[in-house]
């Protein structure tokens, strides 16, 4: 007899993710779960599930979407697939079941704050603090300040709404757990530089500069001047960086630095070959001595290229760890983090945000003999000679495509200045968001 396990689904949708499967094509299957959107038959997308389950090794996700196949309308089993997704890295596939089960469970808090786990996951901020919101309403007795009101809190400042967030903070008491003292903390610490960036800055949705300050408490150096009016708001997509722009964000770290009144004594260089090469530009930028990095130096300017290219060096995931705590006066700049997927700590300063990058020096695209496209060999010069060629780069502003913002120099010290009372108060925790995104981040 045909096990119902093989059968393949009814809806065309999911009909093509098993397709998928029956080539072998797991990350097929799973991109086309996605893009099937919301609104399956949940025991038909468990049977996919479990199907591609079964073909990664995963067992527990496996199982759990065997027993919603079994039984599609028990709480239990409903709440033990969206676990298991969340757990798995799959959160996408895990809110409708989770929100079913919250349902059918009479909003269930553990329910609920596994839905929230998987909004949070996939960058929805804004439906975590409706489904809290209704619950606060439907289910106050089981609405916890913590972490249920936290997490309300944490949730409207990650969808840019700091005046519901201000009326959740103001009803929080203080936790009754000592486990929670950490995240009040940091909550306060976020609700304070917001009140510090909004005298510099409008912290609307497109105010990438505040928005990043407030969520994580990292300057932003420069804007990228394209895709403005499409929601990039100052993000780049792939970049092939330049000299130049590596001396406006050396320049805009030298403003910042002046503008908080930080004196820091010395830049210290990083093992890897692109930031050691910063690295020596910064000092000459900010007429400072540079010398090898020593953890826990105190009052000295840390200058990477790129953290994940950090990470990725001999011994670089020891000095990540040694960065994670600050030390009286230490500055971490980067001068590219990657928005899409931010590296393990978070930098004081940062000179752009983008999804990919290429360093000046590297293995650059361009115009090959023939007319098409070619990689071409990277820099293999000494690092202080390219190091130079940063310093006497030119550092006006690339006008882009022109529709967004200046992002003058006189603008940035203004927003240095509002901010220089919280800046260097934080933790370097890895934050995931740098707050309100282009949709086309979840594509």
Known sequence: MFSRRNRPPKSPELRKAWDSLE????????????AAGEDQPLAQVAQVVRRAADSAGFDDLAEAAAALTADPDSPR???????????????????????????RSE????????????YEDEGRHRDAVDALTRQAESHAERFADWPDRYLLVFNAVMAGDLEQARRGHALLGAPEDEVWLPARDRQDRVLARAADAERAAPLDPSDLRGWQYVISGTVLGTLSPYGFASGMNGRYAWLQDDVNQCLRGLLRLRALLEAARA???????????????????AAEVLGLPAEPFEPGRPDTVVVAYDLDGLAAHDGGPEIVGDLFERVPGQVLHAH??????????????????HQSIVAPWGEQLRQGADGGVERGPA????????????????????????????????????????????????????????GPVPSSRFA
Do not use: N
């Open 263 to 281: 004196r820091p004594r010395s830049v210290s260089l990083l093992p890897d070959r692109d930031s050691e090469i910063l690295g020596l530009a």
């Open 336 to 353: 590219a983090s990657c928005w899409t997927d931010p590296p393990a700590i978070t930098a004081d300063s940062v000179g752009v945000l």
């Open 23 to 34: 080539s072998g094509d797991v990350p097929g299957a799973l991109r086309l779960l996605r």
């Open 379 to 434: 820099d293999a010069r000494p690092a202080a000679e390219i190091a130079a060629g940063i310093v006497a780069a030119d550092p006006a502003p690339d006008h882009g495509d022109g529709e967004g913002p200046a992002d003058t120099d006189a603008e940035f010290t203004a927003f240095a200045t509002a901010v220089r009372g919280t800046w260097l108060c934080g933790d370097r925790a890895r934050v995931r968001s740098a």
């Open 77 to 103: 089993a409903l709440h033990g697939f969206g676990y298991a997704c969340v757990e798995r890295g799959v959160s996408y596939l895990a809110v409708p079941a989770l929100r079913e089960a919250l349902r």
């Open 107 to 118: 909003g269930s808090p553990v329910v609920l704050r596994e839905l929230v786990s998987a």
